[in-house]
């Protein structure tokens, strides 16, 4: 029995051999190729559609296939002119979706076109569909896209420059794009700049001895490197509200919608700018102050431009109230080019050293090259202030324009505030360059707490006054003479700015803070005027 069951294994695993040695006979199975079927089942769509019925250029395609001996694993499709079909294996593209939205391709210049479509399926075994799915697609031409960029519209009011920045585009690519067109107050009528222009400012040529002017053409530049196109625009208004038309034009004569823009247009009067930047709603008694004691000195007759960027108010002593939108977004070039139109530039603010972020007059300093290049002169009213981050020090362009070598610093023991109290002195520093006397002592009026003085050291500062100030130790319990830098008023050694950090009035009623040492009301005023003699400003 057992010499039986020891057998039988060996037995098996003969036969089992054996077998294996045979040939296996029969013929192996050839791949077959998968089939590809279109949504659209027309091989040309160009009989089932009139002329007033053609698609746009852009279309969606979708596509399904199978596999009789496996799976599909992607798909080719490619397109082409009727009349100039690629080689059997040319111009394929290869995707794994079932569908697509394609832009096909119409001649430039051309409004309608016949386009052939083709997709084939891609088996496992890499083996193509040998006959495509396939229709014709009659297209016509669509309109080019434009729109204004957010970030490159003009503010509300502006003088005669501002810019204007777009962006457009073509469904059939920007090579089919012809033109930018644009106009001022007329839809109808336009001037044509080259289809790549994205970024223009205009220049309005205004006579500022002709109060009667109130029209003009204005003078287009191109990109932010301002560069001369030669052309104008008719029918910009002065003194009232414009608008600005952009439209995009391609190749076949096609035009986007039109789009529009408005804002008011101010004339300029002279060459004197008062720049309002005093950021409270209280500024129209400083500005009545400081426009009245221009027109004391200016000759008869001088026209003085108003810009107001005192919007949005600050609340208190100081804020984080954003940089006004009442100017241009970008510096350049814009405002360079604005500014050097005026000859000299007296501004008013609530704060320039307290943020790069914030303040107005960093982001006008850093632009203000050229107005000085053209010989500018500016005079600055504005306290000082110490920025809350320290790093607002270092590279700000109000800091670099402005007569000063550096801001104080207090030590751990004080707090970080000075006062000047009701009969502090103000006494002359160095001769005013040019006069050869020193401005008049002053004598203090009011108790001041929203401002410091600042340091002169160097040869390209000259200080011309120094205040009175009293320290506060940071508990409260003591106080005394501040004996650190006190200049409150200087001018630049090349006599370009002026400054003067204190308020000469109060905000709210319009007081005096000041009086001359000798009791001499008109003494502050007159040393402002001294300081505008100095800079060159004009005099009667």
Request: net charge negative; charged share 20%.
């Amino acid at each position: 029995m057992n010499r039986v069951l020891t057998f039988l294994p060996i037995v098996l695993a003969a036969l089992v051999l054996g077998a294996c040695d045979s040939d296996i006979t029969g013929s192996r199975l050839d791949n077959l190729p998968p089939d590809t079927q279109l949504s659209v089942r027309d091989t040309s769509l160009t009989d089932n559609l009139g002329d007033d019925e053609r698609l746009t250029s852009t279309v969606f395609v979708s596509w399904t296939g199978d596999d009789p001996d496996g799976f599909v694993a992607s798909f080719e499709f490619r397109f082409f002119p009727p009349d100039s079909a690629p080689a059997k294996e040319e111009a394929w593209s290869l995707t794994t979706n079932s569908d697509s939205l394609i832009l096909l391709p119409i001649p430039p210049g051309e409004k309608e076109a016949n386009v052939v479509f083709e997709v084939r399926a891609i088996d496992n075994d890499g083996s193509a569909d040998p006959s495509p799915a396939r229709t014709v697609f009659p297209i016509q031409n669509s309109p080019p896209d434009i729109a204004f960029r957010p970030f490159d519209l003009s503010p509300d009011t502006t003088f005669a420059v501002f810019s204007f920045g777009w962006t457009a585009s073509d469904p059939e690519g920007l090579e089919n794009l012809d033109r930018i067109d644009v106009s001022l107050n007329d839809s109808l009528q336009f001037v044509s700049l080259p289809p790549e222009t994205e970024f223009v400012t205009f220049v309005g040529d205004v006579d500022k001895g002709d109060p009667g002017q109130t029209t003009t053409d204005a003078r287009v530049f191109l990109g932010r490197g301002f560069q001369t196109s030669g052309l104008s625009v008719s029918g910009l208004v002065l003194g009232a509200e414009n608008t600005i038309y952009i439209r995009a034009v391609d190749r076949t004569d096609t035009t986007s919608t039109v789009e529009s823009f408005s804002w008011y247009v101010k004339k300029s009067r002279g060459e004197v700018l008062y720049v309002n930047d005093y950021r409270k709603s209280t500024f129209p008694t400083v500005q009545r102050f400081h426009l009245a004691l221009l027109r004391e000195y200016l000759p008869d007759g001088t026209g003085i431009d108003l810009w107001d960027i005192s919007t949005p108010f600050v609340s208190g002593n100081a804020g984080d109230t954003p940089r006004s939108p009442l100017m241009p977004p970008s510096p350049d070039p814009t405002l360079r080019q604005w500014l050097a139109d005026y000859s000299y530039i007296y501004w008013v603010a609530t704060s320039t050293t307290a943020s790069v972020s914030a303040d107005n007059l960093p982001f006008v300093a850093s632009a203000s090259d050229l107005f000085f290049e053209n010989g500018g002169k500016m005079m600055v009213h504005s306290p000082i202030t110490l920025p809350s981050n320290p790093e607002d020090i270092v590279g700000n362009p109000a800091l670099l324009l402005l007569p000063l070598s550096d801001l104080i610093s207090f030590p751990d023991t004080l707090r970080p505030a000075l006062r000047m109290g009701v009969g502090a002195e103000i006494p002359a520093a160095d001769a005013v360059p040019g006069l050869g006397v020193t401005l008049p002592a002053l004598e203090s009026n009011a108790f001041l707490t929203n401002t410091l003085p600042y340091a002169t050291d160097g040869a390209n500062v000259i200080p011309l006054a120094t205040g009175e100030y009293t320290y506060i130790s940071r508990d409260g319990r003591r106080q005394g003479p501040w004996f650190g830098p006190s200049v409150i008023a200087s001018l630049s050694a090349d006599q370009r700015v002026g400054l003067f950090a204190l308020p000469l009035i109060n905000e709210q009623s319009g007081a005096q803070n000041f009086v001359g040492a000798d009791g001499d009301s008109e003494a502050p005023r007159t040393a402002i005027k001294m300081m505008l003699e100095s800079l060159g400003f004009p005099m009667r």
